[in-house]
């Protein structure tokens, strides 16, 4: 049997990935795609850590979380009386199971309809030659013209305390656990420690966030940030900063934690559960990029240009593999970027317009620079805020924390960044980058029509307080 050959293989099955080879093929090559992903029977479960361990589980428990936490405290405000509400952890998780292997399908009808071929174990370079990769694809070697790299990343370890998905948990384990703990540690008060804590606190876990800087959410503005610690302790989520963590036991009933807190007093915190979150690692395992001189990066991330490409010929290389955040839409326009680079199109990524989401309640959603950004920068900027709680369908919802705001160049009226706290901010964002990406001003947002009664207005008034003119206000 002849050696198959394809103008692009695609290793890695993640959200980088299989849009890489979707579009490949949609572009008229012969694509393939490679991921090693095995579900609990075996059987491929393409979609990467987004899909298995990250974005889509980690969002259906957040609901399902969310729901709990609304029939316990938030219905009666309704009139609704919902009396012993009570969580079937297994029930939940279940749930999420089948989210999870829905989504797994999905990419699997996707493969087929574009007619991507799929192969179901490890991708590793075996050589080059002549002008092709030699690859093996699981138990087959293929061939490749255009090799597209989407090996995704893992979590990072604490030294010292290794990863047991019973005790001390990575992002795997915390969508796993199988009983509400009482106690529940998290060190890293990034992303994945605020949305997986706020998931087994709102089910009853006492949650203590523990984290080695001394400002909580150093990446976000800072006005956000500290509306969201507010509100994190009102809602009895405790983050202590600027520890330092030292000697992390795991017994059969519990794991401590011993750590200096910011004063320098050394601290033990016993919890039944410890979730270690302190990012994650780019993910070349198993690639034997030594077979053809791939180079790496001294984070062990594979070296690219600002058009993804690697020091080797026709090798390219996308997500969270490479520089850059680590998210899944950022990997997903990389594939699309590079597929269309191979056919000699002009593929397009705005570093500056990749919107952020932290999936707490409320929600945090960022598109380009904080204030502090601008400040550093030295550019002349307009603030202007609206909080939810003057808009009438957050009232509407029992929803009115938080606020919407604007940062526009002082002289142009350029939008710089807009930065919300607060109900269904992952949505609301999205007119933030568009606006980005057309370069509108504040004015600009100012005078469209949005519906009414909506969230959005929240948005277009606080585009008008950019000019000191809202209205409802
Ligand atoms: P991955 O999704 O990691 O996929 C890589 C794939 O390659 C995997 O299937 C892996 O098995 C496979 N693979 C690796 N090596 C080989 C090999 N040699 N051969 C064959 N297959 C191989 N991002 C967001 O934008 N929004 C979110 O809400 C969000 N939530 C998250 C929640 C959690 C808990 C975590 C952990 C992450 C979350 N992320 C989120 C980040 C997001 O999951 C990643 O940025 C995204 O998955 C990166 O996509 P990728 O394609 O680069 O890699
Ligand atoms: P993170 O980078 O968001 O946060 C890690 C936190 O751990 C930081 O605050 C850091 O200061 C702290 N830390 C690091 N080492 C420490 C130590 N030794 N002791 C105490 N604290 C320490 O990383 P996280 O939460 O692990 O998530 C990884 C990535 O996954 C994120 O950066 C993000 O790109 C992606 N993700 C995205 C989500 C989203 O878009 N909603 C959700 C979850 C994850």
Redesign the pocket.
């Given at each position: 049997m002849s050696t198959k050959q394809f103008d692009v293989v695609v290793i890695g099955g993640g959200p980088g990935g299989y849009i890489a080879a979707i579009r490949a093929a949609q572009l008229g090559f012969n694509a393939a795609c490679i991921d090693e992903w095995k579900n609990e029977k075996g059987g491929p479960a393409p979609g990467g850590t987004c899909t298995n361990v990250?974005?889509i589980p980690?969002k259906a428990l957040l609901q399902s979380s969310e729901h709990f936490e609304h029939a316990k405290l938030h219905f009666a405000d309704h009139g609704i009386t919902a009396d012993n509400v009570a969580i079937d952890v297994a029930k939940m998780i279940g749930r999420k199971n089948t989210v999870v292997k829905q989504n797994n399908d999905g990419i699997l009808y996707l493969f087929k309809k574009n007619k991507v071929s799929f192969f179901h174990g490890r991708g590793s370079f075996v050589a080059a030659k002549d002008g092709l990769y030699e690859i093996k694809a699981g138990e087959e070697v293929i061939l490749a013209k255009h090799v597209i790299l989407a090996t995704g990343s893992n979590?990072?370890q604490?030294p010292g305390a290794p990863f047991d998905e019973v005790n001390i948990l990575s992002n795997d384990g915390a969508l796993n656990i199988a009983d509400v703990p009482k106690k529940l540690g998290v060190?890293?008060?990034?992303?994945?420690?605020l949305?997986m804590g706020s998931v087994w606190r709102r089910l009853g876990a006492e949650v203590t966030v523990?984290?080695?800087?001394p400002t909580f959410l150093g990446a976000v503005d800072e006005s956000v940030a500290k509306e969201a610690a507010k509100l994190f302790k009102k809602q009895g989520l405790k983050i202590e900063l600027g520890?330092k963590?030292g000697e992390v036991k795991s017994a059969k009933d519990g794991v401590t934690v011993a750590y200096t807190d910011a004063k320098g007093a050394a601290q033990t915190l016993a919890v039944d559960k410890l979730i270690i979150?302190?990012?994650?690692v780019p993910n070349t395992i198993g690639l034997n990029p030594e077979a053809v001189g791939l180079k790496l990066d001294e984070r062990g991330a594979i070296e690219v240009d600002g058009d993804c490409k690697t020091n080797l010929p026709n090798v390219w290389a996308v997500g969270d593999v490479v520089r850059g955040?680590?998210?899944a839409h950022k990997a997903e326009e990389e594939g699309v970027a590079v597929a269309e680079r191979i056919a000699g199109q002009h593929g397009h990524v705005n570093f500056n317009t990749i919107p952020?989401?932290?999936?707490t309640s409320p929600e945090i959603a960022w598109v380009g620079r904080t204030e502090q950004q601008l400040k550093a920068d030295g550019v002349e900027y307009k603030a202007g805020q609206f909080p939810f709680l003057a808009n009438g369908r957050a009232r509407a919802l029992g929803d009115t924390n938080g606020f919407v705001k604007f940062l526009a160049d002082a002289k142009t009226d350029e939008i710089l960044g807009v930065h919300i706290i607060g109900p269904m901010a992952s949505e609301l964002i999205s007119e933030a980058v568009v606006a980005m990406e057309f370069k509108a001003s504040a004015e600009d947002i100012a005078r469209i029509c949005h519906a009414h009664p909506s969230l959005s207005e929240a948005t277009k008034e606080a585009a008008l307080a950019v000019d000191k003119r809202t209205l409802n206000f």
């Open positions: 990250g974005c980690s979590a990072r604490l060190i890293g008060s990034g992303v994945i420690g949305e523990l984290e080695g800087l520890v963590i979150s302190i990012g994650r955040p680590m998210l952020w989401v932290i999936y």
